[in-house]
T-cell receptor, first 114, second 109 residues
């Protein structure tokens, strides 16, 4: 398996633009997680899905952020409109799910909002 | 008070030294993960444990559920072990991880 695949690896955009980050989890994994990493706050969980259903979105900063998982092999994290404070590395991870399984991380999407 | 405390925050060692990184947490957990992140790189899961001890090569992880404490040990450290090590317990009954701020390890040749 190719592992967790994220795209784009790097994104530079201007404030106010829409940003869409994509993630393909490892086949057979039924839990998917979106994390954000910044120097100031470290790693934070934004949202996670189990069997394509959002389980906990309490980490989603505000209404500008939304995440979907239309099927078991694809998820998106959308920011609209983007702001400079959204600049961070966004990681997607997947696991075999409950009970808590080993996490496999994608390489991350580095977002810069100017 | 942070839910997860790691110590030390920074650690410099000479090649070959025995390394210990500590993690204390206040949340009830179902499991605890140790993650490794190389500079500018991705994140790799080293261990997931809910009791006792696990060993993988030169790395050993232990956990004491009653004392809410876990340690990561590296034997015969090597410069390629230089990375940030992150402790992340998963809150009891869920897959939600709470992250420590990480320990930056530098191993000099």
């Amino acid at each position: 398996d190719a592992g967790v695949i994220q795209s784009p690896r790097h994104e530079v955009t201007e404030m106010g633009q829409e940003v869409t980050l994509r993630c393909k989890p490892i086949s057979g994994h039924n839990s998917l997680f979106w994390y954000r990493q910044t120097m100031m706050r470290g790693l934070e969980l934004l949202i996670y899905f189990n069997n394509n259903v959002p389980i906990d979105d309490s980490g989603m900063p505000e209404d500008r952020f939304s995440a979907k998982m239309p099927n078991a092999s694809f998820s998106t994290l959308k920011i609209q409109p983007s702001e400079p404070r959204d600049s961070a590395v966004y990681f997607c991870a997947s696991s075999v799910g409950r009970p808590t399984g080993e996490l496999f991380f994608g390489e991350g999407s580095r977002l810069t909002v100017l | 008070k942070n839910e997860v405390e790691q110590s030390p925050q920074n650690l410099t060692a000479q090649e070959g030294e025995f390394i210990t990184i500590n993690c204390s947490y206040s949340v009830g957990i179902s499991a605890l993960h140790w993650l490794q992140q190389h500079p500018g790189g991705g994140i790799v899961s080293l261990f997931m444990l809910s009791s006792g001890k696990k060993k993988h090569g030169r790395l050993i992880a232990t956990i004491n559920i009653q004392e809410k404490h876990s340690s990561l040990h590296i034997t015969a450290s090597h410069p390629r072990d230089s990375a940030v090590y992150i402790c992340a317990p998963s809150q009891g009954g869920s897959e939600k991880l709470v992250f420590g701020k990480g320990t930056k390890l530098t191993v000099n040749p």
